[in-house]
């Protein structure tokens, strides 16, 4: 009888023994599964979190760039508004200094000289000399230094002074006049000075 209740007891300690073994076994693989299944949400986590990085860093960029941009054309459009003005002042002083040489002296000396070197290309009945208003009380002077009889008229684009003299037969014209010249030397400037803005 001991011996029956020997074997029945070696046998609980077996199964015992197989069930804590199958249950470490389940256990471990269990482990096993979660640690994997760790690892596989964690690089699923860094994978997003990289994404959402690097969508966030782009968006940064962009209105960095943006910023930027903004920022540049703002600079360029002060920096226009600060050369317009400064040029401005510059023609401003010409075209005042321009119309001082016009009440001088020196004035009808330099009108002549310029008549005198044009007039031969005009000499006859369809040519007309056009002035500003005020030139029009030297009108005799300059018929002189034309030397023969021409038509001198009041032109409203003439404002500084200087003349332009027209031949209506040939379509000939030179323009003479400190208007004129004052215009091309701020064209020459604007391409020449330097202050073109990027």
Known sequence: MQNIDQVFL?????????????????????????????????????????????????????????????????????????????VKNIFDKAREELKAFVKSDDYLPFMEAKIKKVADDFKDQQSTMYVSQDDLAIKADLIKAFGSDIDVQASDDITIGG????????????????????????????????????
């Open 163 to 198: 003349f332009i003299l027209e031949n209506k037969a040939s379509s000939l014209v030179v323009d003479e006049t400190l208007d004129f010249a004052l215009n091309n030397q701020k064209e020459w400037f604007n391409k020449n000075s330097g202050l073109i803005i990027r």
């Open 10 to 86: 070696y046998m609980k300690d077996e199964i015992e023994r197989q069930a804590k073994s199958e249950e470490q076994a389940i256990l471990n693989e269990v482990k096993a599964l979660e640690d994997e299944a760790y690892e596989s949400m964690k690089a699923e986590a860094k994978k997003d979190a990289d994404l959402k990085l690097k969508q966030e860093e782009e968006e940064m960029s962009s209105n960095a760039s943006a910023e930027i941009s903004e920022s540049h054309i703002e600079r360029t459009k002060k920096l226009i508004e600060k050369r317009d003005e400064y």
